[in-house]
């Protein structure tokens, strides 16, 4: 049986994405984020009313390395993670591997016709994503409040624009509201995904590299999932194609008002914060 390290990292949650991007950037087969022992939150249900819990200060970050080979990157996974803490490794087999991974994904209730689910949780109906390199699984509160706007402002035959489309779990939920969706991304690997994920769930989506200023006409709803400083760089595009309106996440807190500045133009109709995020809606 082939034989894995793991590599565990306490670090602020805050932290959590950034250190993430190192270990894959590093080789790391796969990458976990968990709660530490005696924190996580009871699992909450669709039926469940009330405000979300808290997010916790910390987290647990684990990810998975082939043994063979180890000793040569363990020096660099050190450096690499050691703003942000003292790594620790664990040797584990390939069912423990798979088991523990899995485990890091659960289905995403949105509402009664939009579920999220990975395909070994997946029920009839569900929006089935394989949890894969892109971006974009629904477990993120950025990803779920991009979802949201989409189950509330969906209207069959219209028109949405993914940006930043990762996985394409956005533009596939609108086509499975019956929207004509699209999406356009920077990196091949995602567009890839996203046709794959398309497939998967029965839709016809388009996704493809073009930038903004080479797309036309407008959008009855518009999407981005990400960070506010590059919401500001494509405000004037994403002003440009909203036709009707603009739902944004991706956005710490601290950096909100740079996202409203730049969208100062439009009519902001909704406003969301979970933990350090915040996700807005525009109108046109």
Not at 90 to 96: E, K, L, N, S
Not at 100 to 107: K, L, S, T, Y
Not at 136 to 155: E, F, M, Q, V, W
Request: proline residues 6%.
């Amino acid at each position: 049986m082939t034989a894995w390290v793991e590599v565990s990292i306490e670090l602020l949650r805050r932290q959590a994405e950034a250190a993430s991007a190192v270990l894959f950037d590093l080789g790391a087969t796969g990458v976990q984020e968990d709660h530490r022992p005696g924190e996580a939150p009871p699992p909450r249900q669709p039926w469940d009313e009330g405000p979300l819990p808290e997010p916790t200060l910390w987290v647990v970050l684990r990810s998975w390395w082939p043994k063979d080979g180890f000793d040569q990157v363990w020096v660099s996974i050190r450096e690499g993670l050691s703003p942000f803490g003292e790594a620790t490794t664990a040797r584990v087999d390939d069912v423990d591997w798979l088991k523990q991974w899995r485990m890091g994904f659960q289905p995403i209730h949105i509402s009664d016709r939009l579920v999220v689910s990975p395909p070994w949780l997946a029920r009839e109906g569900d929006l089935i994503v394989d949890p894969g390199m892109a971006f974009g699984t629904g477990d993120h509160p950025t990803t779920r409040a991009c979802l949201s706007a989409i189950d509330r402002y969906a209207k069959a035959g219209e028109r949405c624009l993914d940006v930043g489309t990762g996985s394409g779990v956005l533009a596939i939920a609108a086509a499975r509201l019956g929207m004509n969706a699209c999406g356009v991304d920077t990196d091949p690997l995602a567009i890839k995904e996203a046709h794959e994920n398309a497939e998967r769930n029965g839709v016809v989506i388009q996704v493809d590299g073009r930038s903004l200023a080479d797309i036309h006409g407008s959008f009855a709803l518009v999407v981005a999932n990400i960070y506010a400083e590059v919401l500001v760089l494509l405000a004037p595009d994403l002003i440009r194609l909203c036709g009707g309106r603009m739902a944004l996440a991706g956005i710490l807190i601290d950096r909100e008002h740079m996202v409203q500045d730049a969208m100062s133009t439009l009519r902001l109709v909704e406003r969301e914060v979970e933990g350090d995020w915040v996700s807005l809606v525009f109108q046109r």
